[in-house]
Structures are given as structure tokens and as C-alpha cells.
């Protein structure tokens, strides 16, 4: 009997409790990243994806979490931002900023919003004024800056490895 | 003066040691996939990526990783996986397995080659019997498995947390 079989359409983990992570998102010039980042969120248990912006989620990328994860498109984000922190969410950006916390080292608070930014432009300083966490994640190389589902995902596995059940 | 403020053009981290991770893939059917997955490599100080198939890097995508990333293209993948593991690389599959190690308890060998899957078939029965070892990211709900680059880039972000100077 071979040592690795391949399992196809095992069953989701389980979670013991809903997830407490919640993507917020600056508006995403890309459709593809929007859709990437909802299958992101649908594959890790989060149920909602906040996207300040006006994106279509195209289904052939996000697959089946186009149905299961809701995605709601405010406005402007500040005002989400101070309300998420007056419902006891930790804010907590991902930017290279001054003041952050490495991701290898950071210990997630369960309740998180993680609030990214746009492809180009990063976090503005208004947002970041709000928040009370930066992480940043090291690069080593050219070039020196990752796509922001992917800088995202890295945050969301950090999280998911730190809760796993939830 | 604010907390947090954004640092634009930060240096990448400095390696101690050349990264001795290697990104082995099967025939990904996707550019934007392997263009992707070219970014990923540079910007973790990978030097190389196989990728056993015909495929061409687009740099809109993959950026100045497509010019210090070397991708080499051989026909036949079990072959290049036997001679890494002469070479003495840990040979480590992304996949869901029997036997396989769950990812948040993984440790790494700093001599890994990590070996993925194409985007519909995964890794093959063939290449899985000439594994080490098979690591798997748990997945908690719609659709079920994560894009091909989504899970090695979570493989890659925990190998880099491992050793985060070479």
C-alpha cells in the first residue's frame, strides 16, 4: 500500500466556533484580486469580506465561495474601521510601516478585522491612524513587494495556524 | 508624529545564507499561475523555480522576479525529483494525503524541495511514491482547496518563518 494516497473532496475542518476574522478591504483595482481574496475567505471559514469598492467577484476564480462568502461594499472606510473597534475588534493593518509587528512574532487577538490596502497605494495614513496594529511581512528579494492577495494569505494562514478551530 | 507610517521602498531583508528552498512544479495549465508563483519566489529570495511544463512568464505579473528568478523547464518531473533527493533535498509534496503531515505542525528541513501539483490534478501517484514527506493546509469550507499558489505560498510563508534568514 503506497505511503501517500491522494484524498480528493475530503470534508472542510471543522471549526469549533465561527471564525472571528474579518477581511477589510481598501478598494481593489482588480477583479481578479477581489475574487482571489474571496476564495481565500471561503477556503479559511471567514464568512464576510468587507470591500470599500465597487468590484464584481467573478465565479470561475472564487468558485463556490461566491455563494457562501457575503461581500459588503461601503463607501468609505473609516467609519467601518471605528465601528469594528467599538464592537471589540482588534484593527490590524498589513503595511510596511514604522511601528509594526513582524507576522512571524505577532500573537492575533481571535476577534480581528484585517484591513488591507489598495494595490498601488497601500494603507493611507488615515486608515492607519485608526488602527491598532500594523504586521508586515519580510521580503527578500525583487520585487521586494508582495501582490496583496498574497501578502493577505500569509496573514490569514498566520491567523488560521494560531486558531485553528476557530 | 503618527504610530504607524508607511514605509515605501523598504530594503528586503537580508538573507544569511542562500534560501536552500527550491519550488518544484508540475505542468501548471495557467501563466498567470506560474507568473504568480514567480513572484512569490523572488520575493522570498528563492533563486529557482522548475516548473515541468511549456508555460511563459508574463512580467506584468511576476514583475523583476522574472529577472532573477531562473525558471527551468524539464520534460519529465520524476526524474528531477530523484535527483534532488541524491542531492539531498528533503522532497516535501503539497497535497492532500494519507500519511501526510498537517502544515502548522510541519518542520521543515532547510534542504527542501517543495513539490506542487497542477491546478486540477494535484500531485500524481508516481511522483507521491517518491516522496519524503507530504504536507496539507487544512481547509475550512467552500470550495474546498485552495488555488495552486494560494497553498504554496502559505508552504513557502511557513518555511520562510522557519528560517527567516536562510
Known amino acids: ?10 470534508p472542510p475542518w471543522r ?4 471564525r472571528a476574522l474579518l477581511i477589510v478591504s481598501c478598494s481593489l483595482r482588480s477583479n481578479v484580486n477581489l475574487s482571489r481574496l474571496v476564495r481565500l475567505a471561503g477556503c479559511s471559514g471567514l464568512a464576510e469580506v468587507v470591500h470599500c469598492g465597487s468590484g464584481k467577484v467573478d465565479r470561475d476564480i ?10 459588503t461594499s461601503p463607501r468609505s472606510l473609516p467609519p467601518v474601521v471605528r465601528k ?17 509587528d513582524l507576522l ?3 500573537r492575533y487577538h481571535r476577534r480581528t478585522a484585517l484591513i488591507i490596502g489598495s494595490e498601488r497605494e497601500g494603507l493611507s495614513q488615515e486608515i492607519l491612524d485608526l488602527l491598532d496594529d500594523v504586521v508586515e511581512i519580510p521580503v ?12 493577505t494569505t ?8 494560531q486558531f485553528p478551530r476557530g
Open 1 to 10: 500500500m503506497p505511503r501517500f494516497e491522494h484524498i480528493r473532496h475530503k
Open 140 to 151: 527578500y528579494g525583487p520585487p521586494a513587494s508582495y501582490n496583496v492577495v498574497t501578502a
Open 15 to 18: 471549526l469549533e466556533q465561527p
Open 104 to 106: 512571524y512574532d505577532y
Open 154 to 161: 500569509m496573514a490569514v494562514y498566520e491567523y488560521c495556524r
Open 62 to 71: 472564487a468558485r463556490d465561495a461566491a455563494d457562501t462568502v457575503t461581500v
Open 84 to 100: 469594528l473597534r467599538n464592537r471589540g475588534y482588534r484593527c490590524v493593518g498589513l503595511e510596511q510601516t514604522t511601528g509594526s
